[in-house]
């Protein structure tokens, strides 16, 4: 059984930091490029956040480059999304997603290009 569960989220002030983590289980973790997205109240899913299956690619929204770092361990079979510089702009459910393509390394993490998702982590930056 798949599974991806994000933890880490809460409510913060803006300009705090936040660590959020995805632990997966019931696939081939160290093969499938990762990535994190987000859900404002009203709005749309959005990308923030790519890596690739072997951690050496990244790739981020350009509303985020600077503040927001992603990483994975591929021997805990875990990716995180380190958040920096909170804005109450970040706020919204945070969703992990594993993709479609197997030891992809390119910069494309479109919607319906993600295989298994997990149900999400609430950030909420108050100002």
């Known amino acids: 059984q798949v599974q991806l569960v994000e933890s880490g989220g809460g409510l913060v002030q803006a300009g705090d930091s936040l660590r959020l983590s995805c632990a997966a289980s019931?696939?081939?973790?160290?093969?499938?490029?990762m990535g994190w997205f987000r859900q404002a109240p009203g709005k749309e899913r959005e990308f923030v956040a790519g890596?690739?299956?072997?951690?050496?690619?990244?790739y981020y929204a350009d509303s985020v480059k600077g503040r927001l770092t992603i990483s994975r361990d591929n021997s805990k079979n875990t990716v995180y999304l380190q958040m920096n510089s909170l804005k109450p702009e970040d706020t919204a459910v945070y969703y992990c997603?594993?993709?479609?393509?197997?030891?992809?390394?390119?910069?494309?993490?479109?919607?319906?290009?993600?295989?298994?998702w997990g149900k999400g982590t609430l950030v909420t930056v108050s100002s």
């Open positions: 997603a594993a993709h479609r393509q197997s030891l992809y390394s390119g910069s494309l993490f479109p919607l319906d290009g993600m295989r298994y």
């Open positions: 019931g696939f081939a973790f160290s093969v499938y490029p």
């Open positions: 890596i690739s299956w072997n951690g050496g690619r990244l």
